[in-house]
């Protein structure tokens, strides 16, 4: 059997065991909930997964790149190649000054909120666990063994909030308080080319600007938490409801690329604004042949 067909029977054998597993089809509950605890702490199902997946990536890559070299080997090319296209997105939009501190983060977001958006396609996943039999000999599932990390909203809370303190660290570092401020606050308009009646208009315009940016800098975490949690969340609901059907199998896995790279993205733009002021005025001031006549 060829490899291609290897994986299809595969899938397809997962494919047609996720409906077994699926014993109720009210979908996941909102909160997650507590397997055993440590002490007065609870270890959450998201949190056991959230655990064991990482641990399992940090093995797979582990295995894949084995010791560099600089022939480099199948596993090791597939990652560098990863590494590459990601470095290529991110770096124009980062800026090469803060890129070489932005990237680990970015590429473990990445690689971290793909793998557990697709947890939930895993057969069992959500559907395993402690409940009831009605009546009728149907089964209820009250308490979930394993729970993707993302459909938890705390899991996506933490992400945002590590993500908001890497954007902190990274631009007071790369652009400083002082560029921060005249970037929020600053008069963007040029005032040798402003009437002078204009100028202080437009500086209380862009001081109101730069409170609203200010608002939305805060409300940031929440934006990125609620954005990743609904959409993972919805999404294994929606599998559980329709009995797993395949079309909308194929639809999460899109889904979970798409909502891996838009937390990744916006966070990469958060740091951008701030830090990749790159080919801007004083790049074009200091241009060769800048100040010759045309």
Not at 56 to 85: D, H, M, N, T, Y
Not at 189 to 207: D, H, M, N, Q, R
Not at 247 to 262: D, H, N, P, R, S
């Amino acid at each position: 059997m060829s490899w291609a067909h290897k994986t299809a029977f595969l899938f397809l054998s997962a494919f047609c065991a996720a409906p077994a597993f699926a014993a109720d089809s009210h979908g996941l509950s909102a909160a997650a909930e507590p397997v055993f605890f440590i002490g007065p702490l609870p270890v959450t199902n998201s949190m056991m997964t959230g655990w064991v997946i990482s641990a399992l990536l940090v093995l797979l890559v582990r295995w894949l790149v084995g010791k560099p070299s600089l022939i480099p080997s199948r596993g090791q090319a597939v990652f560098e190649s990863l590494l590459e296209g990601l470095r290529e997105i991110f770096e124009p939009i980062v800026g090469k000054k803060a890129f070489p501190m932005a990237f680990p983060i970015l590429i473990t977001f990445f690689v971290f909120i793909l793998f557990h958006n697709w947890m939930g396609l895993i057969p069992g996943v959500g559907t395993m666990g402690w409940g009831y039999d009605d009546a009728s000999g149907h089964f209820h599932l009250t308490r979930p063994l394993i729970r993707p990390h993302n459909a938890d909203f705390n899991g996506t809370i933490a992400l945002a909030a590590i993500s908001f303190g890497a954007w902190a660290i990274i631009v007071f570092r790369f652009a400083g308080p002082a560029l921060i401020f005249k970037d929020l606050f600053g008069n963007k308009a040029e005032k040798a080319e402003t009437p002078g009646w204009l100028y202080p208009i437009l500086s209380l315009v862009f001081l109101v600007v730069g409170l609203i940016e200010v608002f939305s800098i805060v409300i940031r975490p929440f934006t990125l938490s609620v954005r990743l949690f609904g959409n993972v969340f919805g999404g294994e609901n929606l599998l559980h409801g329709t009995g797993f059907i395949f079309v909308f199998y194929f639809m999460e896995l899109l889904v979970g690329v798409i909502q891996a790279l838009v937390f990744t993205l916006l966070t990469a733009v958060y740091i951008g604004l701030l830090c990749n002021h790159e080919g801007g005025e004083h790049d074009e001031k200091h241009a060769p042949g800048a100040g010759a006549p045309h």
